[in-house]
Antibody, heavy 122, light 108 residues
Framework: QVQLVESGGGVVQPGRSLRLSCAASGFTFGGFAMHWVRQAPGKGLEWAAFISYDGSNKYYADSVEGRFTISRDNSKNTVYLQLNSLRPEDTAVYYC???????????????WGQGTLVTVSS | DIQMTQSPSSLSASVGDRVTITCQASQDINNFLNWYQQKPGKAPRLLIYDAFNLKTGVPPRFSGTKSGTEFTLTISSLQPEDIATYYCQQYDNLPPPTFGGGTKVEMK
């Protein structure tokens, strides 16, 4: 069965960096785009970043553009999110999510990880 | 960006009640609309994709309909395990894919 397991969250000071990882199993990882979606405490869902199946295309929400970088290693079945210049408003649970479309991304999410909490606070 | 206006923001219903949640898109999004369920402390779960299609394993009491730019999620007979927050999400005009604000369903 499909499994997505995030790690790397924690408490970090404003301006610092963090790298999140998402280890995937149970499907042909290299054939699917992946996303990061975040959720601030008590708030709704916000899409953050997309990476195509081969890593050649990446898109970001305006709120994280220029500060966050998504990447993937298909040999390790892992997708990453590098969070730089963190702000208190980046405090959220970060979910990795599998795109529903094989090769051609469909920008909706048929499987989600359990999430990892990032807290930005001094 | 396309705005998704979801209503109501919360509702209270009894076991067996018919529950409807609506999502209004700010422009035509064809059928590129999905519904997710999120139980407290858990990750979201895809229920319905492309406006009407039930994901495998989702109980048939869940259904999706569309009228113009308004989309509806219906639970035909509310069960205790349906207590959750429900989100719509469009993916017609990208990026970004955008979510509605959520509807919290509570038991009366």
């Amino acid at each position: 069965q499909v499994q997505l397991v995030e790690s790397g969250g924690g408490v970090v000071q404003p301006g610092r960096s963090l790298r999140l990882s998402c280890a995937a199993s149970g499907f042909t990882f290299g054939g699917f785009a992946m996303h990061w979606v975040r959720q601030a405490p008590g708030k709704g869902l916000e899409w953050a970043a997309f990476i195509s199946y081969d890593g050649s295309n990446k898109y970001y929400a305006d709120s994280v553009e220029g500060r966050f970088t998504i990447s993937r290693d298909n040999s390790k079945n892992t997708v990453y999110l590098q969070l730089n210049s963190l702000r208190p408003e980046d405090t959220a649970v970060y979910y990795c999510a599998k795109d529903a479309g094989y090769i051609y991304g469909r920008a909706y999410f048929d499987y989600w990880g359990q999430g990892t909490l990032v807290t930005v606070s001094s | 960006d396309i705005q998704m206006t979801q209503s109501p923001s919360s509702l209270s219903a009894s076991v067996g009640d018919r529950v409807t949640i609506t999502c209004q898109a700010s422009q035509d999004i064809n059928n590129f609309l999905n519904w997710y369920q999120q139980k407290p402390g858990k990750a979201p779960r895809l229920l319905i994709y492309d406006a009407f299609n039930l994901k495998t394993g989702v109980p048939p009491r869940f259904s999706g309909t569309k009228s113009g730019t308004e989309f509806t999620l219906t639970i035909s007979s509310l069960q205790p395990e349906d207590i959750a927050t429900y989100y719509c999400q469009q993916y017609d005009n990208l990026p970004p894919p955008t979510f509605g604000g959520g509807t919290k369903v509570e038991m009366k």
